[in-house]
């Protein structure tokens, strides 16, 4: 009896210890899970044709979103840095042709997409800059 007591309270102590580690297929967020190219389709904004977003996140933490029109030869690309705290991550980006204010995005991974949760409104208008999806 006092040797199962032991094997029981030392088998309750492992699994407090497992499942303090996760259980597996956990989800833990970090920034590995947001480093990488996502892609976003939007109308663009002077009507007709569309836009392709291509946001790059950097494992050195820098970030890049370039724009490119259907229709149009080139892209216009922002670049400045992220970061990433829970299930969210925020970009801040300086403007390429420095007429525009910096502009901060912010981001909830959901699943395989990047969601936007904040931004200018002013720039991006109430549909945002889109949903990303990993490419």
Sequence with gaps: MRRSRRTLLALA??????????????????ERNFAGVWVATLPAASGGGE????????????ATLATR?????????????WSAVGLR??????????????????????????VPVDW??????EAGPGTYRRR
């Design 120 to 125: 200018n409104r002013a720039l991006w208008g």
């Design 51 to 62: 836009r392709t977003l291509t946001l790059s996140l950097n494992l050195d933490s820098s």
């Design 89 to 114: 991550v925020t970009v801040s980006l300086a403007t390429a042709d420095d007429r525009r204010a910096p502009q901060r995005l912010v981001f909830e991974l959901r699943g395989q997409e990047l």
């Design 69 to 81: 029109f259907s229709g149009r030869e080139g892209e216009t690309a922002d670049r400045g840095s």
């Design 13 to 30: 102590a492992a699994s407090l210890v497992v499942a303090a580690c996760g259980t597996p297929g956990t989800f833990i967020p970090d």
